[in-house]
C-alpha cells in the first residue's frame, strides 16, 4: 500500500537495541530530524535470557523511548526480523488485471506454508514495464507474532501504522541509495546485514529481489571467542568489541576464523544457487549491520567470495538537520540501514510499499482519522455560511455610510501622485552625479569582511554569554588571575585554545578542497606554546568531539571508512547545486574540557540556545552575526566539512603545532626507586606543560600513591586522559558577496 506522508518515525528492535530515525519529507529530500539508540538492559540473545525476560525487556526500551519523545500525530513504521516473518517471489501467467486479486489470493494460500487465515500477509507487483510476464512478492507473518510485537507498541502508547520485514526493509534503503546500479541488465548486488543472531541475505536485480535468513551473527563469533579463551559469554562480548585495540587482536582473529570461513559458506552456497537460477553476475557486495564492525571481516569476506565489498561511510540521499550530530550518526551508519528502509517506505519513496500491519489495526486507524475530517469538514462550513452572510451585511451598511470619506482618501492619493512626479523630475537631472559617487563608494564596501569573519567565530565560541556559569573563570583568564582561574577543576573548564587559525578566500567553496589551502606548519621541536585565540583578553578556548577509523588488516585506515575498502565518494553531480564564493577556514587548538563533544558539536540540541556548541553556533552564524549574509556550507558533507580530536600526547604525531611546553617530570627520587626494585614503577615521565597555569596537560601513565605503574585487564597500561587536541576544517558560503574584478585578499 503506497504512502505520501510527511513525518515518520521508523524503528528496528534488535537483540541488542533499539534504534529509530526521525525523517521529514521536504520536497523531494529526506531529512533527519532526529536520531535516537537505546540498548536493551542486556543483550536479548544472550544465554542466561529466557523467552519472557527478552519480551520484557524489549517492552522497558520501548517504554523508554516513547518517553523520551512526543509521537502525538506522527506516524510510526517498525520492522520485524527475517527469521519470524516468511518472503515469496513468483511470476502468474499473463492474466487481467481485474482478476489479478483473485489469483495472487490463490497463489498465497498455495505458497505460504501455513493457514492463511493464521497469517497477515500481503504481496507487492514486481515486473518490469516492458515484460509480459506478472511477477509478484508475497509477505507473511503468523498473527500471533505481529500481535506480539505489536502488544509492546500498544503497552507504550504507540500507534503503528506501518510493519515490514528487515530484509524488505534493507532493500528499500538499496533502491533509494543506489538506483543506477540495480537497473544495470544481467548483474546483481549482493545486501548482507550481519546482526546479532542472524545475518539477512538480500540479491537485488532490476525489478527483482531474493532473500535468505543465514541463522549466524555476532554471537557465533563470541562464543568462539569464549571457547577459545575459556572465558564466559559476557567477557568474550566484551573482548570481542574491544579486539581492535586490544593487544591479543590476532588471537581474537585465530579464534573467529573458523566462523568467518563458516559464514563465508553459507553466503556462498546461497549466492551459488541464485546465480544458477537466474544467470547474473555479481559486481558488488555491500556490508550492512553491527557484524561488520569485527576486526578483518570485511577483507576476509571480499578475498573468499571474490566479489569487491562495499561499506557505506553515508546516507548520500539524506540531509541531516540541525539537531543531529553528523559525528554521531555516520558512526552507526551501519546499523541504521533498516530503520532508513522502513523509513522511506513510509515516506512513499520505495519499490515495496507491502504492510503487514493487521487489517483490523488498519481499518480501524482508517475509520477514526475519516470521521475527525468529516466532523471538522461539517463544522466548518458551517462556521464558513454564517461568517459570509454576516461579512456581506456588515459590508453592505459599510459602504453607505463612508461615501465622504471615500472622496477625502482621493483627493489625499491625487495629491501624493503629483508630488511623486515631481520628485521623479528632479532624481532625473541628478542621475548621471548619483552613479559616480556610487561607483567610487563601492570601492569601500566589504573592506572589513575578513576581520569580521574572524570576530564572527570568536562570538561562537565559550565566552561569558555563551556560558554564564562560567563568567567568572574567563574574566579571571583575562585579567591573569591564575589563582582564580585554578580554583575551577582543569576538566570542568570549558575553555578552547586556538594554536592555528587559515581563512582563504575563493571563488568556489563547492570546488575547493582543503588541501588547496595554504599549508599548515608541520609539528616539531620541543616548544608547543599556545596561546587563547586572540590574545589574553580575546576570545575563549573551546572543544569538540572525536573521530578517526582504523582498518586491522589493511595497513591503516580512513577518517570514518575502512582502510583498503573500496568506498563511494561524493560526485559533482551528488552535490547540491548550491555554489559560490567563501570562505576555506581551517582551526586548530585543545580543550581542557573533559567532555569536549558537548562544547563542539552536541546532539539533540535543537533551538536550545543554552546548549549549543562551536559548530552549532557556526550553523546558526546568520543569527549570530547578522552584518554579512554568510553560512556554513555543507556540514553533512565529508567533502566541505572535517573534524579530528585526539588526547593531548607528546608522542601524538597528529596533534597539531603550539601546544603546551614539553618537560621531563620525576616521579620517584632515586631513593624510592631503589625500594621498589623489580617492580614497574615509573621514575620519571615526559609531558606536556601549560605555559599559562604550570598544570600538566597531557596523557600519563596511572600509577598508585607509590608510584607503581597501573595495569588493565588485559595486562595494558593504564593512562589518565587530560586536554584534548583538535583539528576543525570547514566553509563558509558568502551568499551576498560582490561582484569582484580581483581575487579577494587572504587573512591568517
Known amino acids: 500500500m503506497a504512502s505520501g506522508s510527511e513525518y515518520v518515525w521508523a524503528l528496528d528492535v534488535g537483540s541488542r537495541a533499539l534504534r529509530a530515525l526521525h525523517l521529514r519529507l521536504d520536497g523531494e529530500t529526506v531529512e533527519v ?10 543483550l ?47 511470476k502468474l501467467p499473463p492474466v487481467d488485471k481485474k482478476q489479478l486479486s483473485k489469483l495472487v489470493r490463490h497463489e498465497a494460500a498455495q505458497q505460504i506454508p501455513f493457514d492463511i487465515h493464521e497469517v497477515e500477509w500481503d ?45 524488505m526493509a534493507i532493500y528499500n534503503y538499496a533502491a533509494y541509495e543506489f538506483p543506477d546500479v540495480l537497473k544495470n541488465p ?6 548482507l546485514d550481519i546482526g546479532t543472531d542472524n545475518t ?25 571467542v569464549a571457547d577459545a579463551f575459556k572465558i564466559d559469554f559476557a567477557k568474550a562480548e566484551k573482548l570481542k568489541r574491544n579486539s581492535q585495540s586490544s593487544k591479543y587482536a590476532k588471537q581474537i582473529f585465530q579464534a573467529m576464523r573458523r566462523t568467518y570461513t563458516e559464514l563465508s559458506e553459507e553466503i556462498q552456497r546461497s549466492l551459488g544457487y541464485y546465480s544458477d537460477a537466474h544467470k547474473v553476475d555479481f559486481v558488488r ?22 566479489i569487491k565489498m562495499f561499506m557505506p561511510t553515508e546516507f548520500k540521499k539524506v540531509k541531516l538537520g540541525s539537531g543531529v550530530s553528523a559525528a554521531s550518526f555516520h558512526q552507526n551508519i551501519l546499523d541504521n540501514s533498516v530503520a532508513y528502509g522502513i523509513g522511506l517506505q513510509a515516506l512513499g519513496k520505495a519499490p515495496i510499499n507491502a504492510n503487514l500491519l493487521p487489517t483490523n489495526v488498519a481499518r480501524s486507524m482508517a475509520w477514526k482519522q475519516k470521521s475527525v475530517y468529516m466532523y471538522a469538514a461539517a463544522f466548518i462550513f458551517l462556521l464558513a455560511c454564517i461568517a459570509a452572510f454576516g461579512k456581506s451585511m456588515a459590508d453592505k451598511i459599510a459602504y453607505s455610510a463612508n461615501q465622504d470619506t471615500r472622496r477625502e482618501v482621493k483627493a489625499v492619493i491625487d495629491r501624493a501622485q503629483d508630488a511623486i512626479s515631481k520628485l521623479d523630475e528632479q532624481k532625473q537631472k541628478d542621475e548621471k552625479l548619483e552613479e559616480k559617487i556610487a561607483k567610487y563608494m563601492d570601492y569601500f564596501d566589504n573592506r572589513d569582511i575578513i576581520p569580521s569573519v574572524v570576530q564572527g567565530i570568536g562570538f561562537c565560541m565559550p565566552n561569558a554569554e555563551n556560558n554564564p556559569e562560567q563568567a567568572e573563570l574567563y574574566e579571571a583568564f583575562k585579567n591573569g588571575n591564575i589563582e582564580k582561574v585554578k580554583q575551577t577543576p582543569r576538566s570542568e573548564r570549558k575553555q578552547i585554545f586556538v594554536s592555528s587559525l587559515v581563512i582563504d578566500y575563493t571563488d568556489s567553496v563547492k570546488t575547493t578542497a582543503f588541501s588547496e589551502t595554504r599549508k599548515q606548519t608541520e609539528r616539531g621541536g620541543t616548544d608547543r606554546t599556545a596561546s587563547p585565540f586572540g590574545g589574553g583578553g580575546g576570545f575563549d578556548p573551546f572543544g569538540g ?30 552535490e547540491t547545486e548550491e555554489d559560490g564564493p567563501g570562505f576555506v577556514v581551517v582551526i586548530e587548538g585543545y580543550s581542557p574540557y573533559s567532555e569536549i563533544g558537548k562544547i563542539m558539536d552536541p546532539a539533540g540540541v535543537g533551538d536550545n540556545k543554552d546548549k549549543w556548541g562551536f559548530v552549532t553556533r557556526l550553523e546558526n552564524f546568520k543569527e549570530i552575526f547578522e552584518r554579512y549574509d554568510i553560512e556554513l556550507f555543507q556540514k553533512e558533507s565529508s567533502n566541505h566539512f572535517e573534524y579530528e580530536t585526539g588526547p593531548v600526547s607528546p608522542d601524538s604525531s597528529e596533534m597539531p603545532v603550539g601546544i603546551g611546553v614539553e618537560k621531563t617530570v620525576e616521579r620517584l627520587d632515586p631513593e624510592e626507586s631503589k625500594a621498589k626494585a623489580g617492580q614497574d614503577i615509573l621514575e620519571e615521565e615526559t609531558v606536556l606543560i601549560d605555559p599559562v597555569t604550570g598544570e600538566e596537560m597531557s596523557k600519563v601513565v596511572k600509577t598508585d600513591e607509590s608510584g607503581v605503574i597501573q595495569f588493565d585487564d588485559y595486562s595494558e597500561k593504564e593512562y589518565v586522559i587530560r586536554d584534548h587536541w583538535f583539528k576543525l576544517k570547514f566553509k563558509f558560503l558568502w551568499k551576498d558577496a560582490p561582484e569582484a574584478d580581483s581575487e579577494t585578499e587572504v587573512a591568517e
Open 545 to 574: 568531539g572525536g573521530g578517526g577509523g582504523f582498518d586491522p588488516f589493511g595497513g591503516g585506515g580512513t577518517v570514518g571508512g575502512m582502510g583498503g575498502m573500496d568506498t563511494e565518494q561524493r560526485t559533482d553531480e551528488e
Open 200 to 224: 539477512n541475505l538480500v540479491v537485488c536485480s532490476g525489478n527483482s529481489v531474493w532473500q535468505r535468513c543465514i541463522p549466524m551473527g555476532g554471537n557465533d563469533f563470541t562464543e568462539a
Open 33 to 42: 530530524l532526529e536520531s535516537e539508540l537505546i540498548e536493551h538492559r542486556q
Open 123 to 167: 504481496y507487492e507487483l514486481m515486473s518490469e514495464e516492458d515484460s509480459p510476464d506478472t511477477s509478484i512478492g508475497i509477505f507473511a507473518i503468523k498473527n500471533e507474532l505481529v500481535e506480539s510485537i505489536l502488544s509492546h507498541y500498544t503497552e507504550a502508547g504507540i500507534r503503528v501504522n506501518y510493519v515490514q520485514m528487515a530484509p
Open 285 to 306: 557486495v555491500i556490508g550492512l549491520g553491527g557484524g561488520f564492525k569485527l576486526q578483518g571481516l570485511a577483507k576476509y569476506l571480499q578475498q573468499s567470495l571474490g
Open 186 to 191: 544481467g548483474k546483481a548486488i549482493v545486501l
Open 44 to 90: 536479548l540473545s544472550a544465554p542466561e535470557v529466557g523467552e519472557e525476560q527478552k519480551e520484557q525487556y524489549a517492552a522497558e526500551t520501548i517504554k523508554k523511548f516513547a518517553s523520551k519523545h512526543d509521537l502525538r500525530g506522527e506516524e510510526v513504521a517498525i520492522s520485524v526480523p527475517g527469521q519470524t516473518s516468511f518472503a515469496r517471489f513468483v
